[in-house]
């Protein structure tokens, strides 16, 4: 039989008591930085292509790579390479069956973040 209080239910009580959970949060920063690194490429794909074309070109990318924002820019790109690298092994040690309970899953997600970053910050400072 149908059900006759189908109208009087949320359709998807999940949304409502859904909490993000560290593993959910750094697996999707997996993915974003994946997406940024493909940007990444494209930028240093200009830059080439810029080097390669003429000497005014070359000063237009340059320029806008050593500036501020550019800096900005780097750090940032630098920050979603070595957070990918760390997700790209994290996955690799739970592949091995390594790390799969709970409360180590959700501190490896807190290492990701606090790892990439002072990845990134040495990287800014040795460069």
């Known amino acids: 039989m149908a059900d006759v209080n189908r109208g009087n239910r949320p359709l998807s009580p999940h949304l409502t008591i859904y909490r993000p959970q560290m593993t959910s949060m750094s697996s999707i920063m997996v993915r974003v930085t994946g997406i940024a690194s493909f940007f990444l490429a494209v930028l240093v794909v200009a830059w080439l292509i810029s080097a390669a074309s003429s000497e005014a070109a070359f000063a237009a990318v ?3 790579l050593t500036s501020w924002i550019g800096n900005l820019v780097m750090f940032g790109a630098a920050w979603a390479l070595y ?3 760390l997700g790209r092994l994290r996955h690799v040690i739970w592949d091995f069956g390594y790390c799969l309970e709970v409360e180590i899953s959700e501190k490896l997600g807190a290492a990701m973040f606090i790892g990439a970053t002072v990845l990134a910050v040495l990287t800014a400072i040795v460069v």
């Open 62 to 64: 340059d320029g806008l």
């Open 83 to 85: 957070y990918h690298m």
